[in-house]
């Protein structure tokens, strides 16, 4: 056999089984139900292999192909009209399914960076809020992914053979095993009142006392691992300085620093400070936080310029300007923005500590209490 038949034949068995946990575990489809597959720059081959679990469970596959260039191009024409009937057919078309799946592949991550402001906006408000904040996400069993490629590969400084034996690893986890050590976290957190986080450029306080906890495992994105709740709105006071960069809207930022006055951020500093400031000027609520959550993955240790992955490296949290989860975790925060920004607490990268009402629970990116100790990474891969 070839290496490449060899290659073909490996490629095909990891996408059979990528597609048994998006059907199986991640949307646990069931017999009739309708399921839209939305592909973004993705191999047929994967899509095929999703139909195929489908139709094996009963359910009734939708396919969306769409190209990530095209994309860029309908954003930029700055159309209120063409955008306002896009989101209506796309709405409609939701509002139909039972399930979603999200594969996003990318050449390049920077595709929408020069997309007109006026384009995204408009996009936000007539597109993507109407189809998939409004209808989607309460509505529908979803499941979000990013498909990998080189320019993701170079992002992590790996091999693009090397990255996709990551993405697959990660992707196909025991995700059963992380819920059930998640519980524990779950417990503490809904008990919790006061949160203080400390680390280089970060000392900061709020409170999540009568916020929804949730955990992540696996159901709604692909990678999965963590836990998050929302900040009391006006309860943040203090610092916050993120160790990881971060992408929006096709722009990179490296180095965010928030001050927080009774929840409102009132300095934003980063490498691209008109840039921050013009996202968190977008509306009154894109200045405070719709979510706070510990990043628990054992396999992404670093960041990638992807939130998908880089939100869940364990040992991080994110504390996201902008909406709260209406559904699960709401502090009442409402806005057309919602931005994970990522620090991480790893020695690498300055280290740090997480206190519940005064107890130590994590310090430099690893749980040091008994009942938490299973979600560090050397229980998580223990086989």
């Not at 039972?98 to 996009?123: C, F, T, W």
């Not at 990255?163 to 986890?173: G, I, K, P, Q, W």
Request: overall charge negative; proline content about 4%.
């Amino acid at each position: 056999m070839t290496n490449q038949a060899k290659d073909t034949m490996m490629k095909d068995l990891r996408f059979d089984k990528l597609a048994e946990v998006i059907i199986g575990h991640s949307t646990r489809l069931q017999k009739d139900e309708k399921i839209l597959i939305e592909a973004v720059d993705i191999p047929e081959e994967m899509v095929i292999a999703l139909i195929r679990k489908i139709t094996d469970v009963g359910g009734v596959p939708y396919v969306s192909v769409k190209q990530g260039k095209i994309v860029r191009e309908l954003y930029s024409a700055v159309s209120e009209q063409a955008m306002k009937l896009a989101g209506e057919f796309e709405a409609a078309r939701m509002a139909r399914m039972d399930a979603y799946i999200a594969l996003r592949g990318s050449h390049n991550i920077a595709e929408l960076s020069d997309v007109p402001s006026e384009g995204m906006k408009l996009y936000q408000q007539l597109w993507w809020e109407p189809v998939h904040i409004n209808i989607r996400v309460p509505k529908t069993k979803w499941v979000v992914l990013r498909w990998p490629s080189a320019s993701m590969a170079q992002q992590a400084n790996m091999s693009t053979e090397a990255f996709e034996e990551f993405y697959f690893n990660v992707c196909t986890l025991d995700y059963g095993k992380m819920a059930r050590a998640m519980d524990a976290l779950v417990q503490r957190m809904e008990a919790a009142d006061n949160v203080h986080i400390t680390g280089p450029g970060t000392d900061i306080r709020f409170s999540i006392k009568g916020i929804p906890v949730v955990k992540c495992a696996g159901e709604k994105n692909l990678p999965d691992g963590e836990v998050y709740t929302a900040p009391v709105r006006t309860s943040v006071n203090g610092t916050l300085t993120y160790t990881a960069k971060t992408i929006f809207q096709g722009v990179i930022h490296d180095g965010i620093k928030l001050e927080f006055r009774d929840g409102k951020i009132v300095n934003a500093t980063s490498d691209k400070i008109a840039a921050l400031n013009k996202v968190l000027d977008t509306d009154d609520g894109a200045r405070y936080i719709g979510e706070f959550a510990l990043g628990l993955n054992p396999y992404i240790t670093q960041p990638m310029l992807d939130i998908l992955f880089d939100e869940k490296i364990a040992g991080s949290f994110h504390f996201t300007p902008g909406g709260a989860y209406e559904t699960d975790a709401d502090n009442g925060n409402r806005s057309k923005i919602h931005w994970d920004m990522v620090c991480i607490q790893t020695p690498e990268y300055g280290g740090g500590e997480i206190y519940f009402d005064g107890q130590l629970v994590r310090k430099d990116g690893l749980f040091v209490t008994d009942d938490l100790r299973a979600l560090n990474p050397d229980h998580l891969l223990e086989k």
